[in-house]
């Protein structure tokens, strides 16, 4: 149940009018104080849309690869003829949703500390420095998570594009949607894809933005994975016209610190690197490189949301300015809030992740036609955060029941919420707004603060 506090924090202007008192003065949605908030609950915040269109809808229905894509695909599967190849994929697919971080090398230093100590405890241990040696050795390798980095060669490349072609492309194009959704004018010339791998990216973006974008800069280490997300955007041959123009391949990032893209995307890669120190440099770069928006997409698991607090913060805190591109960076998506993720500072921390469904490609193993993608991303963008509305994220599925809505909300305070939404409390139009709402839409909602509250509305109910 939503504490007092969570309450209050919904109240409504035309509530206070009913009370007698005065409410204060409205905002425009767009336009967010940080630290001063209010509810934004007018009659006319709607416009003439109806309450399953609110401007905090961000849903993306279910997302179907091109048919030319699924074709290609299909296509050079069936050309390779691997054997057993729906257990390889399941294999993979298993592998790369379980995977950890490496451990870094001044943790496994302090492991091996600890062991030492607790070996010298034990008097019956003869304390000769090579058997020492030897058993927190032995004791680290049962202990420590074997990370290894995969090696691309043509037939993983291939088991990697049926495993995750459409869960991948399902991903990055929900969170282009949530550029063209919140700032539709937007029209990028120039991509870059860092990990780009079968090429899912380029065809998303295109699927988004085809009419504007003239540039895609691919880069992945793997020459085989260039080669195959070539022949995809060729129709499964080597010689054909590509399906999207102005396409480049690269296995190295350019290095031109003036180069600079629209949009950046690293989509599933910043996991595959060996270390912190890697993904501190390749975050720093890729910023470099941005001129507008970075978009950072990784596994719906905690490892997965780490990796992209951890990016996060790294630009946000940056002290390494671009002298050709000054600008600060901001969260644009899906965080209302430059403050610690809640999510990770709980008692029991917990991913913030979201779910795009997708049709599968139609391979013969998949047994269903639709899936669910779980992903957690980050969308920074260059310029001042009071250029973003700042309404609260929906953090998990609503909870329908009669006469009142379940909403789990990551407020702009930085803090989450368990709000408990009705009619009579919080005013019809919000009331409908959270029951059309989804897991991922924002709630055009501004939380007041205490300050802002009329002194009957700023105590606690009796009994509370």
Known sequence: MATARGLRHLLTSSRWRRRGGEAPQSRALAAVVPGVSQVDNNKDFLGKKPHRQHPGILRLPCVEVPEALAAAAQLLLLEYSMPNVEKKVQALTNYLWSRRLPVEPEELQRRAVHLEEKFLENPDLLQVEEKLREAVLRALRKTTY???????????????????LDGGFAAVSRAFHEIRARVPEFQPQTLMDFGSGTGSVTWAAHSAWGQSLREYMCVDSSAAMLVLAEKLLKGGSESGEPYVPGVFFRQFLPV????????????????????????????????????HFLILVENGTKAGHCLL??????????????PLD?????VFAPCPHELPCPQLTASKPLACSFSQAYHCIPFSWNKKNQ???????????????????????????????????HCHLCCPDGHMQHAVITAR???RDLYRCARVSSWGDRLPVITPSESELPPSLAEDPPGK
């Open 146 to 164: 074997h990370w290894q980095e995969l090696s691309y060669n043509e037939s993983l490349s291939l088991v990697y594009m049926a495993a995750r």
């Open 256 to 291: 031109s610190p003036k180069v600079q893209f629209d949009v950046v995307v690293s989509a599933f890669s910043l996991s595959e690197l060996p270390s912190k120190a890697d993904r501190t440099e390749l975050v720093h770069t890729l910023w470099r490189k941005t001129s």
């Open 309 to 322: 607090m951890d990016a996060r913060d790294l630009v946000l805190k940056g002290k390494e300015k671009s």
């Open 326 to 330: 000054p600008r600060p960076g901001f």
């Open 371 to 405: 899936k669910e993608e779980k992903f957690s991303m980050v969308i920074l963008a260059r310029g001042s955060p009071e250029e973003a509305d700042r309404w609260p994220r929906i953090t998990q599925p609503v909870l329908k029941r009669p006469r009142h809505v």
């Open 425 to 427: 409390q919080h005013g």
